[in-house]
Nanobody
Framework: QVTLVESGGGLVEAGGSLRLSCAASGSISSISAMGWYRQTPGQQRELVARITSGGSTTYADSVKGRFTISRDNEKKTAYLQMNSLKPEDTAVYYC???????????????WGRGTLVTVSS
């Protein structure tokens, strides 16, 4: 069994910062890409940032220059540093991880349960 545990969400004023963490645990052979998505009520889930196993990153245009994604492969953890937060960043943020299982070498994509980020104006 593989689980993702997200943390770091909360309430912050506009202009403030938050750091999200996503830790993967279980019988994991290796992890490929790790990403953060966000969703607001009535809207589709959208990619915020993604980082490959080699460290290449992709960002949504709306967060470029403000958010930074990183990962610690030993800890199987991804981070999202969010600076200069805006009210429009308010959403539930979900972690997404692509990984290979130990038991059968199967590729699996796993989602976290989400963490709420609220930015007040």
């Amino acid at each position: 069994q593989v689980t993702l545990v997200e943390s770091g969400g909360g309430l912050v004023e506009a202009g403030g910062s938050l750091r999200l963490s996503c830790a993967a645990s279980g019988s994991i052979s290796s992890i490929s890409a790790m990403g953060w998505y966000r969703q607001t009520p009535g809207q589709q889930r959208e990619l915020v940032a993604r980082i490959t196993s080699g460290g290449s990153t992709t960002y949504a245009d709306s967060v470029k220059g403000r958010f930074t994604i990183s990962r610690d492969n030993e800890k199987k953890t991804a981070y999202l540093q969010m600076n200069s937060l805006k009210p429009e960043d308010t959403a539930v943020y979900y972690c997404n991880v692509g990984l290979i299982l130990v038991r059968d070498g199967r590729y699996l994509e796993v989602w976290g349960r989400g963490t709420l980020v609220t930015v007040s104006s």
